[in-house]
């Protein structure tokens, strides 16, 4: 059975167009106009339990709505979905008790002016955490977070990365079966990237926890997902592998050359040179023309390395964001 199942899910938001100028505002007031924004259109997909799933694609895509609906804050327009076998959006008790959003942009935790540890006991209370249960899952989490000293300090003197840590700390206290993480790293240093990622990881390996994640930060997905599903324009544009990934969508391969005698004249000739050096190039060649170009390579050149790559995710999905999906 799926943990998370998508059918035909749409929101279409209605947004109160405004005009300039005081009479239009008064005629506003009387007869208000909306505008539609289809942010979600028909998607369907499905998750397996324990699957950890990049949920990628361009500034407003439509990944937030997605995972809103899903974890219950937002009612879809049309549309079916399952999370565990709930309807998110009834938000019934025994669904919200298995779940956790957490949001990169607004770090969860309750009154500014609780410790982190209170806030934690709060949480226990509200998810009826045992005793035994909270300080075995509070002392892994100390252990992937390394939480130590943040515990007794008030939640509206931490910095954004303390912030996001116990964030985490506190949406996972409960020891939720699916999460849905919204670009869990932004914002951050390197090294808090590092510990969101590896305690990620970590998590979900360990609780078999399903998880839904976005970010704009190819590696986060690289690191932590072997699915993608891509969603572009409310629709979803690619779901499959991350190897599968670029392979689908960018039309070309680097061919990376090294020669025995330095400078070869026109690399041009070849591919669109994306770097070279004396002796060395990355020429970007056409799919369909990597078996040509190597060959005429190895015939016309002396060369002593020769590798063929896909290219970088983060270059393959900047050109996909800016050009749209072929
Ligand atoms: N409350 C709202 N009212 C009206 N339109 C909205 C609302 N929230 C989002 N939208 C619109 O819906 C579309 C999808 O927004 P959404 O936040 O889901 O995108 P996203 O994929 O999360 O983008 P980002 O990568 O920037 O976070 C956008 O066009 C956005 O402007
Ligand atoms: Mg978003």
């Not at 199942?5 to 100028?21: F, I, K, N």
């Not at 977070?145 to 931490?158: K, V, Y």
């Not at 912030?163 to 700390?169: I, N, T």
């Amino acid at each position: 059975m799926s943990a998370i199942s998508v059918r035909d899910l749409s929101m279409t938001y209605r947004a109160p167009v405004r005009e300039g100028g005081l009479r239009a505002a008064v005629a506003s007031l009387v007869r208000r106009r909306y505008r539609e924004i289809r942010a979600v259109r028909e998607i369907s997909f499905e998750v397996g339990p324990g699957e950890v799933v990049g949920f990628i694609g361009p500034n407003g895509a439509g990944k937030t709505t997605t995972l809103k609906m899903l974890s219950g804050i937002l009612h879809p327009t049309d549309g079916e979905a399952r999370v565990l076998g709930f309807v998110p959006w009834r938000r019934e008790r025994e669904y919200l008790r298995r779940i956790a959003m957490i949001r990169g942009s607004q770090p969860i935790g309750g009154p500014p002016e609780l410790t982190v540890m209170d806030s934690l006991r709060f949480q226990q209370l509200i998810y009826e955490v045992q005793d035994e249960e909270f300080k075995r899952n509070l002392s892994e989490l100390d252990e992937m977070l390394d939480l130590g000293s943040l515990l007794e300090r008030q939640i509206r003197a931490l910095s954004l990365g303390e912030r996001m840590r116990s964030g985490l700390a506190l949406a996972l206290v409960y020891r939720p079966r699916v999460l849905f993480l919204d670009e869990p790293t932004i914002g951050l240093d390197v090294s808090a990237v590092q510990m969101i990622r590896s305690f990620v990881a970590t998590y979900s390996r360990e609780t078999e926890a399903t998880v839904l994640l976005t970010s704009h930060y190819m590696a986060d997905v690289e690191t932590l997902c072997r699915r993608i599903v891509l969603i572009d324009h409310g629709c979803i544009a690619y779901d499959g592998d991350l190897m599968g990934l670029s392979a689908t969508l960018s039309p070309y391969k680097l061919v990376r050359v090294a020669v025995s005698d330095g400078a070869c004249g026109d690399w041009s000739r070849y591919g669109e040179v994306v770097e070279s050096e004396p002796g060395r190039v990355s020429l970007r060649v056409g799919r369909q023309d990597v078996p040509a170009v190597t060959a005429r390579v190895l015939a016309e050149l002396s060369v002593v390395d020769l590798a063929v790559e896909e290219p970088p995710l983060e270059s393959v999905m900047d050109r996909v964001y800016r050009e749209g999906v072929a």
